[in-house]
């Protein structure tokens, strides 16, 4: 039996956003291919199931599937089929994305689980980077007793960590601006975007870029950015970029890349920055560990640097100058070499070495394939070359 329209499987596969290459490879769309999914409409029941069993170990047929769904006058067998084995490969990927933000975790790279978790628009289950949060956080406090004996945050009679119920709402939009989230009686926050601004208090909080705040408290924070805040209250806070505020207070652990400009007041807290820590003379230090010059906070936090992506670079003008890329890995397969100029990625201009860091760490997190525009002597390349893992 043939459709007159097109098939309405389709609305469930193009709104998921499916890849048309899962893992990074070539679309296939070869003789075989099209046989299998022919057979997939056979009056042979056998003929059909092992033509579905075949195509689901070809992840990069989904270009294929998706065209036959697309066709109007396709079979109905065939579609339903289609449409199971699309279903089935976003499901695999989809699992894949967690395995790796729950990898990325385990290892410390906590900026990198920011970056991929804020990016992602889907999870299954939705829950699911928020657990792996909520374990960061609650290893951090553990990393921070066993070497400092510090955390007050270890309280009992309310943890934010591990049990996730206890996180009553849910704020999920891409960039979160001017949003006010108050901590409301017995329910904690979760909130996510590309920024977050507002006086927040309780939860967990996740921002690929820059968190402002008036009080930080009873939970943790995560930022691929900087951090201000007056008050930080019981709570830990992670972030790649600079951090600012006025009291840090009652068992606090704050972890920071760059910069911390020191309040004016810390009490049983511990401050770490990879940079430095300014404390202002006159400010109140007690019961506290401050730790400077730190590139591995607690033994386990890294933050991302390009050269395990497998690409160092130093500043020139108009970009970055490439010092090395690794044999076999993504730049150097994509013919890229010492001495080359990086000056756009996917047409963003190339500051410096930092903007270029982040701008890979964000490409990173968003997979796809992107194009470089590269400086060779007296030529300029395109060079395309693919984000996947």
């Known amino acids: 039996m043939f459709l007159k329209r097109p098939i309405l499987f389709l609305g469930l596969v193009v709104a998921t956003g499916l890849s048309l290459s899962l893992r990074g490879e070539p679309p296939a769309d070869d003789k075989e291919v099209r046989q299998l999914i022919h057979r997939l409409g056979s009056k042979s029941f056998k003929v059909r199931e092992e033509a579905e069993r075949q195509l689901l170990e070809r992840e990069n047929a989904a270009p294929a599937l998706q065209r036959i769904l697309q066709t109007p006058g ?41 970056e991929r978790f804020v990016r992602r628009r889907e999870w299954e289950p939705q829950e699911s980077p928020w657990r792996v949060l909520a374990e960061i956080a609650g290893e ?12 007050e945050l270890n309280y009992s ?11 009553r ?32 208090l309780g939860g967990l909080i996740a921002s690929s870029g820059d968190i402002q705040a008036a009080t930080l408290g009873l939970g943790a924070v995560f930022s691929g950015g900087s951090v201000t805040a007056t008050d930080v209250n019981r709570c830990v806070v992670v972030c790649d970029g600079d951090f600012k505020a006025r009291r840090i207070v009652h068992g606090s652990l704050i972890i920071v890349r760059g910069v911390v400009e020191a309040p004016a007041l810390i009490h049983n807290s511990t401050i770490i920055s990879a940079s430095t820590v300014h404390v202002p003379k006159g400010a109140t230090v007690k019961n506290s560990v401050i730790k400077e010059k730190d590139p591995n906070p607690l033994g386990f936090v890294k933050f ?55 701008l890979l760490r964000r490409k990173l997190a968003e997979g796809g394939k992107g194009k470089l525009n590269v400086r060779r002597g007296e030529k300029t390349l395109e060079v395309r070359i693919s984000w996947k893992d």
């Open 74 to 114: 396709t079979d109905r067998e065939v579609a339903r089929r289609a449409t199971q084995i699309l279903v089935e490969f976003q499901r695999r990927e989809r699992r894949r994305a967690l395995e790796r933000l729950q990898s990325l975790g385990k290892q410390g790279e906590i900026d990198q689980v920011i």
């Open 140 to 151: 951090l406090v553990r990393l921070e007793i066993r070497s400092y004996g510090q955390a």
């Open 157 to 167: 009679d309310r943890t934010p960590f591990g049990d996730l119920t206890a996180y």
């Open 169 to 200: 709402v849910a704020v999920q939009p891409e960039t979160v601006e001017d949003t006010q989230v108050h901590l409301r009686k017995s329910g904690l926050y979760l909130v996510r975007g590309e920024s977050v601004k507002g006086p927040l």
């Open 304 to 358: 991302f640097d390009p050269a395990r992506a497998g690409i160092e670079v130093n500043q020139a003008d108009g970009g970055v100058r490439i010092k090395a890329a690794t044999e076999g890995k993504r730049f150097a397969r994509a013919g890229l070499k010492a001495g080359d100029v990086i000056a756009t990625i996917d047409g963003e201009a190339i500051k410096d070495p930092e903007s270029f860091r982040r």
